[in-house]
């Protein structure tokens, strides 16, 4: 990262329906919501489950991959903290009821829909965000 | 679902008003606002101090007490609000005939008034502090790059191609089709932003990548302006000077597992290709009694070329995969189904859906300048994501 001068896009962190995302950010983990009563993933995270109607605040732990869902490459400037050119990518990860996450990589990638992609943790102030990339190894040829 | 209690054409559309559209109005929103407003309702023979009812999109800055004042009404005896923003002009105009038939108010302005580009743009990021909490999720989204409506759209658009087997090429040529069709009337508009500008297919491919597979004219025009209706029952308006334009239908969807938030959050609903306007199509046409295969012509709303080609199938105007095959001349007048003849979001302006329901009322009236001979079913839509609303108009019997 270089960009030293404009103010990154940071989060609410502290939020009682999801800060727990960005605390388990803290600690290298990616953490989804899940119903205590019916196990279903709720996300968004909140604490009423649309499949059973129960209140909750449990979160589980999973793992730190997934399938590239959709992407993009933003070629256009909007804010001045996400230099252009940059790709989003749409990430389902594994192991979840459809659960998706947001990444962003610098430059143009080089993508193809349900290929392999693994979190890593970036570490913007005093903020850590999940982020994703392409697992580069012999698996991905397996996508 | 057909609902019992609906009466088709109980209410009608007897007046329309639009300002000019323009980069720089130089006007405030109440000013635009009671413009479009008073050419409505002079165009329906009513009274301005007649009006007792006012619906707006919850996203403008107009209160609806502030347009009655301005109008000078005597007294305001229902106000309401729809949206999210482009999801709201149908459903507007259906709190309009909601208020009617109950008895709470008997002439509703509906209007949307913005400077949509030289006041608050939208898509923006915040420039002061953190982003998201309070469960508008904006933190699992604006940190992470997704920042802007068109990169969301560019997201979708690439998962329809995967999804339906085709080449972002393939893709391209769908969306072009859907530019170049809504140019093309635009050009026979003179109220129209982009009246003096044609677009050939190269124009198309050779505008810039903005967020690919999006190019420049995949978005809509940003645009400053107004647009308003006014509705009151067809009894009534029987015995105005004007043509009237029964509402023969109207209806609101969001389907299940909508999510909650404005915009971005449904990049995580089961299926990012079809959306609430397929939930929403099956009330609307059972409500009227017609079909798809019945519309004359359509408006639908297409803040980016990919959401008015989602809508095209989610409304069954076209079979799922299949609108990225679209021509021109397909969505043209005398094609097989006239598509947004006043230019659209794309080449008229962006009066967030409420253009389409003005120019929806024109083509039953015979009065549009790409006019659909003898049309009698027109079709409006206003926009998902968020959720989704839709009208369909006709004639007097
Ligand atoms: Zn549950």
Redesign the pocket.
């Given at each position: 990262m270089t960009d030293a001068q404009p103010s990154p896009v940071l989060p609410v962190v502290d939020d009682v329906d999801t800060g727990e995302f960005f605390a388990a950010a803290a600690r290298g983990e990616i953490a989804v919501r899940v119903?205590s009563?019916?196990r279903?993933d709720v996300h968004l995270p909140r604490e009423n489950?649309p499949?059973?109607g129960?209140f909750s605040r449990e979160w589980r732990v999973v793992p730190p991959l997934g399938a590239l869902y959709s992407w993009t490459v933003v070629e256009h400037q909007v804010h001045p903290a996400t230099p252009v050119p940059y790709t989003v990518v749409l990430v389902e990860v594994d192991g979840t009821d459809g659960v998706r996450l947001v990444g962003r990589i610098d430059g143009r990638a080089e993508l193809e829909i349900g290929q392999r992609m693994e979190a890593w943790f970036e570490q913007v102030d005093d903020v850590t965000l999940p982020q994703w990339r392409p697992i580069r190894t012999d698996e991905e040829s397996t996508a | 679902m057909p609902d019992q209690t609906w009466t088709p054409g109980a209410c009608s559309i007897v007046g329309i008003g639009e300002t000019d559209f323009s980069k720089a109005s130089g006007r405030t929103p109440l000013t635009l606002a009671a413009q479009a407003a008073r050419a409505a309702l002079a165009d329906a023979g009513i009274a301005p101090r007649a009006v007792d009812g006012v619906v707006r999109c919850d996203m403008d800055l107009v209160s609806a007490p502030a347009l009655a004042d301005s109008l000078g009404a005597d007294d305001l005896t229902y106000w309401g609000e729809a949206g999210p923003g482009g999801s709201g002009p149908a459903a507007m105009v259906g709190q309009a005939v909601a208020a009617i038939n109950s008895g709470l108010a008997t002439t509703v302005v509906v209007f949307r008034s913005l400077n949509g580009r030289s006041g608050n743009r939208y898509g923006l990021v915040g420039e002061h502090g953190a982003v998201g909490g309070d469960n508008n999720y904006e933190e699992f989204f604006l940190p992470f790059g997704m920042q802007t409506p068109g990169q969301f759209f560019a997201v979708v658009a690439r998962r329809y191609a995967h999804e339906h087997g085709l080449s972002i090429d393939e893709l391209s040529h769908g969306l072009g089709s859907i530019a170049m069709a809504g140019r093309a009337h635009a050009n026979n508009n003179p109220a129209a932003q982009f009246h003096q500008r044609t677009m050939s297919r190269e124009d198309y491919l050779a505008s810039r990548m903005l967020s690919s597979p999006l190019r420049l004219f995949d978005y809509c025009l940003e645009t400053d302006g107004a647009a308003a209706v006014v509705v009151t029952s067809t009894q009534r308006a029987r015995d105005l000077a004007g043509v009237h334009v029964p509402v023969l239908s109207v209806a609101q969807g969001t389907g299940r597992g909508v999510q909650p938030g404005q915009m971005f959050p449904a990049l995580l609903r089961k299926s990012i290709t079809t959306w609430p306007s397929a939930a929403t199509a099956p009330t609307v046409f059972g409500r009227a009694g017609v079909t798809a295969g019945d519309v004359d012509v359509a408006q639908i709303y297409d803040c980016f070329t990919i959401t008015a080609l989602i809508q095209l199938e989610d409304y069954g105007f076209m079979a799922p995969g299949r609108a990225a095959y679209v021509t021109p001349e397909d969505l043209s007048v005398g094609g097989r189904l006239p598509f947004n003849t006043s230019g659209g979001h794309l080449s008229e302006g962006y009066i967030h859906g409420m253009n389409h329901v003005v120019e929806g009322v024109r083509q039953v009236r015979g009065t549009s300048t790409n006019q659909v001979d003898g049309a009698e079913i027109s079709f409006v839509s206003s926009a998902p994501p968020p959720g989704a609303s839709a009208m369909i108009l006709g004639v007097d019997r």
């Open positions: 119903c009563a019916c279903a489950c499949q059973c129960a | -």
